[in-house]
């Protein structure tokens, strides 16, 4: 005999039924059910989708919405899985999901929200962590399938909701009704996968047993990290790579690493001191770019907005913002008959779009840079200037 939750469990599975009693057989399924399925997570909560869809969707306790790049500073796996983290935001970067709709509806029967209460339908997106198995035997708490969202969740990724009512004329049993997430951009989110296990993004304090005790996979070639005697550090032979940087470091370069730029514009001007008889050109690199055109006659006061092919400047089609890590400027001389002047640059700021996390980002670490240039004494094209650019420089402009 099915119990009460089965029941509750059985209705929520169906696609859109608004009624008390069980369907009698599942609906139709789609095409390749199995792998779209897989890739659905499940977040209850009390909040209505008017909340939610206000909020632009699930974040993390102090982190600003959409800003993916800017994790609170207590970002860990392992200090999110000690928190209540299903009835309430935490500030440890990360949003519980689960892959198991059973899991959920347990979550908000033990919260005292079953009555009333939501289940959100998530598409997952490469920032979604498999918990238990990115931690390991160092997991706290219940089993739940959980997969927490690094930097949290956006509102057109959710598929849908559901929406659980006690039935008014049949005590014990709940009415649920779905409906389907207008905003949900299938585009964008369909063709995606979450990220799995990452067992560099466990978080561990740098005394824990699993860096002391040089524990796989958190101290080996799986993190993705050379080891110290891979950079030629014989005395620290056998070291945690991550012993080395913070929880939240390793995380802002994760999600670096998987938010693929489709779109890259760089904002330049040249200072009104710059010297009006300079004739030699200026390009800018990044990360591992050609040089791209800034300047042909770089007279004072004068500004560029330059739309850059990024698959033409890298010359391939996947760049994502951990790519985007080195800056220079590099000056071009062009001979003339009079002696030129160094360029003097009033700054340049970068906007990016990504494809899934937010649609545009800005760099503005160089807007006022105000430098002049050693361009001057170059023959050859030159790098005069070089700067570094880290992911928390980039700031969510629009959501």
Not at 239 to 267: F, K
Not at 294 to 306: A, E, I, N, Q, W
């Amino acid at each position: 005999m099915l119990s009460q939750l089965s029941i509750v469990i059985i209705i929520l599975w169906s696609a859109a039924i608004g009624g008390s009693a069980p369907p009698t057989k599942p609906p139709p399924t789609t095409s390749n059910p199995d792998r779209n399925r897989a890739r659905i997570f499940y977040r209850p909560d009390s909040r209505s989708p008017s909340d939610v869809r206000e909020a632009g969707g699930f974040w993390p306790q102090g982190m600003t919405r959409g800003n993916f790049l800017r994790l609170p500073p207590n970002t860990s796996l392992f200090n999110h899985v000690a928190t209540h983290r299903w009835t309430r935001y935490d500030d440890a970067g990360y949003v519980s999901t689960t892959r198991s709709l059973d899991a959920a509806v347990r979550v908000l029967r033990r919260s005292g929200l079953l009555s009333g209460g939501f289940v959100y339908e998530i598409r997952a997106t490469p920032n979604f962590i498999d918990v238990e198995g990115s931690l390991g035997d160092f997991h706290q708490g219940p089993k739940e399938q959980e997969m927490a969202a690094l930097g949290g969740i956006q509102f057109q990724q959710i598929v849908a909701w559901r929406q659980v009512d006690e039935a008014s004329d049949r005590p014990g049993y709940y009415n649920v009704f779905r409906t389907p997430n207008r905003q949900y951009v299938p585009a964008l989110f369909d063709a995606v996968s979450p990220g799995g296990v990452k067992a560099q993004l466990a978080g561990f304090p740098p005394d824990h047993i699993a860096f002391k005790e040089k524990m796989e996979p958190w101290c080996g070639a799986a993190i993705g990290k050379p080891t110290p005697a891979e950079e030629g550090d014989e005395e620290e032979e056998g070291r945690c790579a991550l012993v080395d940087e913070t929880p939240l470091q390793t995380a802002t370069e994760y999600m670096a690493s998987i938010m693929r730029v489709s779109g890259l514009t760089v904002h330049a001007s040249v200072s009104v001191k710059s010297w009006a008889g300079v004739t030699d050109s200026l390009l800018l690199s990044l990360g591992g770019s050609k040089a791209i055109m800034l300047f042909r006659d770089p007279y004072p006061g004068k500004t560029v907005d330059l739309s850059v092919d990024v698959e033409e400047a890298f010359g391939r089609r996947d760049v994502y913002v951990s790519d985007l890590a080195n800056v220079g400027l590099v000056a071009m001389p062009v001979p003339h008959p009079i002696a030129t002047r160094n360029i003097h640059i009033q700054g340049f700021h970068l906007t990016i779009n990504t494809t899934i996390f937010g649609d545009r980002f800005e760099m503005n670490k160089f807007r006022n840079l105000d430098r002049e240039l050693d361009s001057n004494k170059t023959l050859i094209p030159t790098e005069v200037w070089a700067g570094e650019v880290r992911p928390e420089d980039w700031e969510s402009v629009t959501l």
